[in-house]
T-cell receptor, first 113, second 114 residues
Framework: AAGVIQSPRHLIKEKRETATLKCYPI?????VYWYQQGPGQDPQFLISFYEKMQSDKGSIPDRFSAQQFSDYHSELNMSSLELGDSALYFC????????????FGPGTRLTVL | GQQVMQIPQYQHVQEGEDFTTYCNSS?????IQWYKQRPGGHPVFLIQLVKSGEVKKQKRLTFQFGEAKKNSSLHITATQTTDVGTYFC??????????????FGQGTTLQVKP
C-alpha cells in the first residue's frame, strides 16, 4: 500500500538559511499534519491542513509557514533557520480531519549548522 | 492546554517478561492512537481506540481505553526482542473544535534483554 512520502529525507543547512520540506499524503487522504520531533522527545504538532485550508496551528514559529496544494501535497517553509530547529520533521496524513487514523511519513532530518 | 502523561519513561525487561505502559490525559479524549517508533524511524500506527472502556488485542498486545476516556494502557505479554522501541500514545481532544491534531505522551522506551 502507498505510504506518505517526504522529501528530502536529510537536509543540512547553515544558520539563517531557508529550507523547504515536502510531503505527499497517501492517495485520497485530504488532511495533512506536520510534527516536529527533537532528540529524545515526543512529536510536537506544528500545523495541519484539511482540503487545502489551514485547520489548526500549534507551536509553530512565525519563521515557518506551510500550505497545502490542489493535489493535496504540502510544503513546510522554514526561514532564518536557527540551531534549535535541528530535528526530525514528520508529515502525517489522514482520510478526514478529526477522528481518523494518522499515518506518518519517514520524516525529514534537518540539521542546522 | 491539553496534556498527555505517559509512564514509565524507560523499561528494561528480560525476554519473556510482560510489559505495560500507561497514559493519562488531563482532558477527555475523542480517541487515542498508539504508535511504535524504532530508533531512527518514524511512528508506526498500531491501533486506535474510540469507545469508552474499549479493549482491543493484536496478538501479544492488549490495548485499553478507560471508561472516562482519559486514560489508556498498552500491555505486551511475553516480550520478544522484536518488541524493542519507543511506544507512544497520542490523544485527540474531544469537543466540536476537534481538528485531529495528536497530543503525544512522552513515550516509553522498551529494551528487551535476550
Amino acid at each position: 500500500a502507498a505510504g506518505v512520502i517526504q522529501s528530502p529525507r536529510h537536509l543540512i543547512k547553515e544558520k539563517r538559511e531557508t529550507a523547504t520540506l515536502k510531503c505527499y499524503p497517501i492517495p485520497r487522504h485530504d488532511t495533512v499534519y506536520w510534527y516536529q520531533q527533537g532528540p529524545g522527545q515526543d512529536p510536537q504538532f506544528l500545523i495541519s491542513f484539511y482540503e487545502k485550508m489551514q485547520s489548526d496551528k500549534g507551536s509553530i514559529p512565525d519563521r515557518f509557514s506551510a500550505q497545502q496544494f490542489s493535489d493535496y501535497h504540502s510544503e513546510l517553509n522554514m526561514s532564518s533557520l536557527e540551531l534549535g530547529d535541528s530535528a526530525l520533521y514528520f508529515c502525517a496524513s489522514s482520510l478526514a480531519a478529526g477522528l481518523d487514523t494518522q499515518y506518518f511519513g519517514p520524516g525529514t532530518r534537518l540539521t542546522v549548522l | 492546554g491539553q496534556q498527555v502523561m505517559q509512564i514509565p519513561q524507560y523499561q528494561h525487561v528480560q525476554e519473556g517478561e510482560d510489559f505495560t505502559t500507561y497514559c493519562n490525559s488531563s482532558t477527555t479524549l475523542s480517541n487515542i492512537q498508539w504508535y511504535k517508533q524504532r530508533p531512527g524511524g518514524h511512528p508506526v500506527f498500531l491501533i486506535q481506540l474510540v469507545k469508552s472502556g474499549e479493549v482491543k488485542k493484536q496478538k501479544r498486545l492488549t490495548f485499553q481505553f478507560g471508561e472516562a476516556k482519559k486514560n489508556s494502557s498498552l500491555h505486551i505479554t511475553a516480550t520478544q526482542t522484536t518488541d524493542v522501541g519507543t511506544y507512544f500514545c497520542a490523544g485527540i481532544g474531544g469537543g466540536s473544535s476537534n481538528t485531529g491534531k495528536l497530543i503525544f505522551g512522552q513515550g516509553t522506551t522498551l529494551q528487551v534483554k535476550p
